[in-house]
């Protein structure tokens, strides 16, 4: 079984005081229901479940009268014996609740009643042309939590590296002292393996089981046939050419060097008029992350953001990596990117910054001065360049040379290389690119 951090924020929730029900929220396949499961089975004596979207009969239930003495009565006569409802005992999982509105509205009824716990799952949660909304939203009367494919700590985990190792490496980084040779190459390693197997648990599993990539490729590649397919079901009818479309460009979109998401590169003369909806919902459904140019590179970086410029990222390389042509992957692992070398690394960066729930922010002006990525690290704004050995950071010198202008003071640069500070006249931190999950410091 797989370690997720979730694990420990489903325990905070369920020790809290007077919760209300809870909405985990993710892209398909995300290991939601699985890990809801799981929690449920070692925290309750008693689990009922119901799934709206392989059980579409299960919505008659919430169909009438939301008293919850009524909707227990119903749900057992559903589930029979399977149903035990226990005050303080039970917890009432709703699958797939987006496929019933009127279940969501219930989680208000479910909190003021109070007698059993309430874990729903959504994976297309309010995307526009979705079913239906629910005829009221019980706002304040339900807590969503975000769940992401697994992290590269968390992949770390399934390959064996422990808390203690990681602790390591965290004081390697807070004393800035190189990473021992043998450890070193390992994360090297263990990197590019995440890198081609990305998160989603099915793929991380079949890694960890049998080694075997055509087996996480045919895996990654029918997730993907899979959003494609919701793509066609679910949203409006004028609305699918264009989303699937819109997704489909991604990977043309990362592997040109643009400064920003060009709606042109979906097709010859597209706008934003056109498509901003489509790639709203295939941001809504989990699938990619935004990361958003900055006027400035400084604090607040939320508040310098430009919402019209941005670039679009996978929100797991895994899977970006299967949308490209056969052989990548063994490309990747034998250090051979040629072209797509930036596109990918950068994703990676990408990838590991969001899943640690961070927002995405970059920094490009049109004199030429470019940053991969902008975050706040330490409490100051920081300089993050995705580069290797042989990578300049001329812009980022540029703008450390203009504290008074920029008030920036501090640069990371990630790369194959060990911790250090080659370059005494600049304050840049140069680590191992496996490290980036360890710049925690908010």
């Not at 060097?257 to 941001?283: C, D, H, M, P």
């Not at 056969?326 to 930036?342: A, E, P």
């Not at 006249?425 to 999950?437: E, G, N």
């Amino acid at each position: 079984m797989l370690k997720r951090k979730i694990e420990k924020s489903l325990l905070q929730w369920k020790n809290s005081p007077d919760h209300n029900p809870l909405i985990i929220k993710g892209c398909r396949q995300c290991g939601k229901t699985f890990i809801t499961e799981s929690f449920a089975k070692g925290n309750y004596k008693h689990t009922v479940y119901l799934n709206f979207f392989e059980n579409p009969e299960y919505k008659e239930i919430f169909a009438g009268s939301l008293d919850i003495d009524n909707l227990t009565m119903l749900i057992t006569a559903f589930l029979g014996n399977k149903a035990q409802f226990k005050p303080h005992e039970t917890v009432i999982i709703l699958d797939e609740i987006q496929s019933c509105p009127e279940a969501r509205t219930a989680l208000k009824f479910f909190k003021l009643d109070g007698r059993y716990d309430v874990i729903a799952t959504g994976s297309l949660l309010g995307i526009k042309g979705y079913n239906q909304n629910p005829a009221s939203i019980p706002v304040g009367y339900e807590t969503v939590m975000e769940m992401y494919p697994l992290d590269f700590e968390e992949f770390l985990w399934a390959n064996g590296i422990n808390e203690a190792i990681i602790d390591s490496l965290q004081s390697c980084l807070i004393n800035e002292k190189p990473v021992p040779s043998a450890l070193h190459h390992r994360m090297q390693e263990l990197l590019l393996q995440y890198a081609v197997v990305g998160g989603m648990p099915a793929a991380v599993n079949a890694f960890i089981e049998t080694k075997q990539l055509n087996l996480v490729l045919s895996i990654q590649r029918n997730i993907i046939a899979s959003y494609e397919d919701d793509m066609v079901k679910y949203a409006e009818n004028k609305d699918k050419p264009l989303i699937k479309a819109c997704f489909q460009s991604i990977p043309k979109q990362l592997s040109k060097e643009n400064k920003k998401f060009q709606y042109s590169l979906i097709k010859k003369g597209s706008t934003a008029a056109r498509f901003a909806g489509s790639l709203q919902w295939v941001e809504d459904a989990g699938i990619i992350k935004r990361c958003y140019n900055l006027s400035l590179p400084e604090l607040p970086l939320d508040g310098n953001s430009l919402n019209d410029i941005f670039k679009v990222y996978m929100q797991d390389t895994g899977l970006f990596v299967s949308m490209l042509e056969d052989g990548t992957q063994f490309d990747i692992l034998q250090g051979n990117l040629y072209g797509y070398k930036g596109a990918i690394f950068e994703n990676l960066a990408a990838d590991i910054f969001s899943k640690m729930g961070r927002k995405l922010y970059y920094y490009h002006k049109n004199s030429g001065l470019e940053i991969d990525f902008v975050i706040r690290y330490k409490g100051q704004a920081t300089l993050i360049e995705v580069k290797a050995n042989s990578g300049n950071v001329k812009s980022c010198k540029t703008i450390l040379r203009h504290p008074e202008k920029y008030h920036v003071k501090q640069a990371i640069k990630l790369g194959t290389y060990n911790i250090g500070r080659p370059d005494e006249s600049f304050p840049i931190l140069t680590i191992p690119f496996y490290m980036c999950f360890l710049l925690r410091e908010y």
